[in-house]
């Protein structure tokens, strides 16, 4: 049994001051869940007041993106050692927002996976198709590309740390949430080139994750299928009773 994972991407909201007390606000109403594995992802300036917060508590801590080299003069970036020792357990990786507005290719995924890797950080790999790619029937080979681009040459002992997160472009902040039947079509597809590329074993623990405008009320028809590992929640993560409404699906 794959434990279920549900993260909250913050995107560019909250300073530290709210993310705290969102926080103080949503730890009590999450207190004796330990059913579902829950990771916060607040904006960089808010990680270590957020690590301050959650310290003590079952609820883990995750960055939205970082770079892969360990330091370097690359300004405006972060790196995975870093992102650990600011507390983060995870970390977000490829995010459709960082692959449209930010230049991210399959190619800097990879070098962002393996980075993650070697500093024991959870990766969540983010992938999934735009609109116009799955009406024109190509949301596999998409899948694929991304999938075979991000994976290749990592170690497969380290195979199972991976989760993976589907989220159809269409599908983000849109309210228009992939019903149950093309989020598992999609896991399953994805769940086959884990298994070519790190055996069946490996595919079988790996946690996918369905994100795009899950809500609390779409929570418990995407969650309650087998296929479905957890959620990765944008807008509606924003607010501790909804995110917690989710969480409790
Ligand atoms: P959404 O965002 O829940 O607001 O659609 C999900 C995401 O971008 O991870």
Redesign the pocket.
């Known amino acids: 049994m794959r434990k279920k994972l549900i993260?909250a991407?913050w995107?560019m909201y909250k300073t530290p001051s709210e993310a705290v007390s969102f926080a103080e606000s949503f730890l009590p109403l999450v207190k004796d869940h330990r059913r579902d594995e829950i990771v916060l992802c607040p904006p960089f300036p808010a990680l270590t007041a957020v690590a301050g917060a959650l310290r003590g508590s079952h609820v883990k801590l995750g960055a939205q993106d970082m770079h892969w080299e360990k330091e370097g003069a690359f300004t405006g970036e972060v790196s995975a050692h870093m992102l650990a020792a600011a507390g983060c357990t995870h970390v977000?990786i490829g995010?459709?927002?960082r692959r449209q507005f930010f230049g991210e290719t399959d190619e800097t995924v990879h070098l962002k996976l393996l980075a993650t890797l070697h500093a024991s950080l959870t990766p969540i790999v983010?992938v999934g198709e735009f609109l116009a790619q799955r009406q024109a029937g190509e949301t596999e080979a998409v899948l694929h590309q991304q999938i075979s681009g991000a994976f290749h040459g990592v170690p497969h002992d380290l195979a199972s740390h991976i989760t993976i997160?589907y989220?159809p472009v269409w599908?983000?902040?849109?309210?228009n949430?992939a019903t149950p039947e093309i989020a598992c079509a999609c896991h399953r597809c994805i769940r086959m080139d884990i298994a070519k590329i790190f055996g069946a074993s490996a595919a079988s623990r790996t946690r996918i994750l369905y994100?795009?405008?899950?809500?609390p009320e779409n929570a418990k028809a995407l969650l309650s299928q087998e296929e479905i590992d957890g959620a990765?929640?944008?807008?509606?993560?924003l607010d501790p009773k909804s995110f917690s409404a989710i969480v409790h699906y």
């Open positions: 993260a991407n995107k977000i995010h459709s927002e983010c997160a989220e599908a983000i902040g849109t309210g949430t994100g795009g405008s899950v809500k990765l929640v944008g807008g509606a993560s």
